[in-house]
């Protein structure tokens, strides 16, 4: 891949995880960013240990050639909460503009069932026409808000929301305008339809609106536990669903290929959440690195 167009980030969930703290509680901030750049890498996403006051973290980060690249950020749109997730998010765009991020990944979480109990592969929610076209107008809105800042916002396909299949991530390409992205996640996608070619067709289906990439891998074995078990989304991230590129079970050559062979410009992100006693954070994302380095060139 072209060493100009791609940076190379991680995301700190494989430290600490936000929706189950207790996984990595004993990892610190400092010790999350300095074994990232020691790893190789050059960027970040945002964690719940990381400080928020730029003037604290930009400096912290600096020292250890570590940029922000994006940070997550809920929508509530199809329940309605406009105002409420605008508001919020005009906050968030202003902290990742003053980061020197210019991407802004969000997941439409109305109704979302990856933070419950629920089992993730049986009880997904499914929106009205209504819900849709509310979701669609608010990702126009706050892609507007965005474009004045000289950012982009990516919507975050995500296993146990709405907006999770082919044909719903189709949906929402089709209903919102050309300036709101994809943030295209390998692992997510394979994960919902259990399909290293349905992936990549997701993947060259959407390229001019691809935004910003999540390099995630997957273990079918766990998959095959959690629908035998009926677990939710986060059972099986315990039990190891995610790993790093070259742990599982996806090919990413196809994925490094297509994405250059179409000159994509923006951050690739290793997100690959485990629990870090069985995983030792470090250890993977050296695994990573080294892969991304031998397969794509980077």
């Known amino acids: 891949m072209n060493k100009d167009n791609v940076k190379l980030a991680i995301a700190p969930i494989g430290w600490t995880n936000d929706d189950m703290p207790e996984l990595g509680s004993e990892n610190t901030f400092q010790q999350t960013v300095s074994e990232m750049a020691l790893a190789g890498f050059t960027g970040s996403e945002v ?3 990381y400080p928020r006051e730029p003037a604290v973290l930009k400096p912290m980060l600096d020292i250890r050639g570590i940029e922000i690249c994006n ?3 809920s929508t509530f749109f199809a329940n309605g909460d406009n105002a409420k997730t605008i508001d919020q998010f005009v906050n968030h765009m ?11 990944g969000c997941s439409e979480q109305s109704q979302s069932i990856q933070g ?3 089992p993730v592969l049986e009880q997904k929610p499914v929106f009205s026409d209504e819900q849709w076209q509310r979701t669609a107008e608010g990702y126009n809105t706050l892609a507007q808000l ?3 800042k000289g950012m982009r916002v990516c919507l975050h396909h995500h296993m146990g929301t709405a907006i999770q299949t ?15 992205g994809l943030l295209f996640d390998t692992g997510h996608i394979y994960y919902s339809e259990g399909s290293q070619q349905v992936m990549l067709e997701v993947l060259k289906k959407h390229l001019p609106r691809i935004f910003h990439v999540h390099l995630k891998d997957v273990r079918d074995h766990v998959v095959a536990d959690v629908r035998a078990q009926s677990l939710s989304f986060l059972d099986g991230v315990k039990k190891g669903t995610f790993t790093v590129p070259g742990d599982g079970v996806i090919d990413f050559d196809p ?5 250059d062979d179409y000159g994509y410009k923006g951050w690739m992100v290793v997100e690959a959440e485990q629990d870090p006693a069985l995983a030792n954070p470090f250890e993977y994302a050296v695994k990573a690195r080294k892969y991304i380095r031998e397969h794509a060139g980077l």
Not at 94 to 104: E, K, Q, S, T, Y
Not at 166 to 180: K, L, S, Y
């Open 47 to 49: 964690g719940s240990k």
């Open 255 to 259: 994925v490094f290929r297509i994405l």
């Open 94 to 104: 202003n902290f990742l503009h003053a980061m020197g991020a210019r991407v802004i």
């Open 146 to 148: 965005a474009a004045e």
């Open 116 to 118: 419950t109990t629920l």
């Open 71 to 73: 940070a997550w950020f």
């Open 166 to 180: 082919p044909a719903e991530i189709d949906r929402f390409m089709a209903e919102t305008h050309e300036d709101v």
